[in-house]
């Protein structure tokens, strides 16, 4: 058998409502295909559609074959949700979700599974049909592609899973946009830095939220000491997402407080918390308290010692003084 090409790194493309597009190749040359699509607001290489209950919704993806191999593409939608703290998303069983849409997706059937020649770019085209009974807020789906080669000694897909990228639906009516800092935490205690700080954000809406601001450190002056930026990230419905960051350096002393200003969704609604801690080098300081007062003590023993020589001194003086008086 004829070795395989290296692994294959695919993405999307979606132009529907977009004038700017993204794109990039591969940055090794294990990568075979091309990376194209949009970047959202929070980072994600994705797009969003807006509709109403009941709207057909059309857009397409585009695939660049980098390689040196004729490949055969499979096209596939699923559903997913977003269970990890990262913002990764999870496939999960078409329908399974209230968040689900990949069951309102479709392609047409040459593009279902379609040849794609080395060097060559294929834009294929999908229709998003929302049902009437739609409910609002947002619908998720991953468009996914699996490639193969097209030759017969060779046998298999060319990858071992499936790559793709989001497509995400806001479905109009009653959309709510709730999110709350459910944590703000460092340790209560600390020794020495640098202190470990942690931020969750819960979106408890029915609509995915874009997510942002600042963690500021201020001191017992009420002084700012230190300033992080919160990377701007998606938040999905029912999902927790977290941010975590440390206050870099190793002596530190006092009394702190911990700010985060926060700003989500499409009104940048505000969010605010905050946390107290203590930092305080017990084990130097009191090396520190045990050495000077070893110096208060000596120097109180010395001041001791010599005040007696003194004493003798001036009483050997005075007897001196009263015996060799005349009589």
């Known amino acids: 058998m004829k070795k395989l090409l290296p692994t294959v790194l695919l993405a999307t493309i979606f132009i529907f409502g977009v004038n700017s597009a993204y794109a990039q190749e ?19 290489l994705s797009i969003n559609f807006a509709g109403d209950p009941g709207e057909t919704l059309k857009g397409s993806t585009s695939v660049t074959n980098l390689s040196t191999e004729t490949l055969k593409i499979k096209t596939e939608f699923t559903d997913f949700i977003v269970e990890s703290e990262a913002g990764v998303p999870t496939p999960v069983e078409a329908g399974s979700s209230i968040w689900a849409m990949s069951l309102w997706i ?3 059937a040459e593009y279902q599974e379609f040849t794609i020649e080395p060097n060559e770019t294929k834009e ?19 468009v996914l592609f699996t490639p193969t080669i097209v030759k017969e000694e060779v046998v298999g897909p060319l990858i071992e899973h499936k790559v793709g990228n989001l497509v995400k639906l ?8 709730n999110a709350e800092i459910t944590e703000l935490s460092a ?9 470990p700080l942690t931020l969750r954000v819960l979106n408890s809406g029915n609509t995915h939220v874009k997510t942002s601001g600042m963690i500021t450190i201020r001191n017992m002056f009420d002084k700012e000491v230190a300033k992080w930026e919160v990377k701007p990230a998606n938040v999905f419905p029912t999902a927790v997402r977290a941010w975590d960051t440390e206050w870099a350096g190793k002596w530190r002393f006092g009394l ?3 700010e985060a200003n926060l700003v989500y969704g499409s ?32 120097g109180k ?27």
């Open 187 to 195: 340790p209560y205690f600390s020794e020495y830095g640098p202190i």
């Open 267 to 298: 009104s940048d609604t505000p969010i605010t918390s905050e946390v107290y801690f203590w930092v305080f080098p017990w084990k130097a300081i009191s090396v520190i308290s045990g050495i000077i007062v070893l110096f208060i003590v000596w």
């Open 170 to 177: 806001t479905i109009s009516g009653d959309i709510k946009e």
């Open 106 to 108: 479709s392609v047409p």
């Open 301 to 327: 023993y010395l001041d001791s010692k010599e005040n007696k020589k003194s004493k003798k001194l001036k009483s050997a003086k005075k007897k001196n003084e009263e015996t060799s008086s005349p009589v």
């Open 26 to 44: 591969a940055g090794t040359e294990d990568r075979v295909l091309v990376i194209g699509g949009t970047t959202d607001e929070a980072g994600s």
């Open 256 to 258: 702190y407080k911990a």
């Open 124 to 142: 294929v085209p999908f229709t998003i049909d929302a049902p009437q009974d739609a409910t609002p807020g947002g619908h998720y789906a991953m």
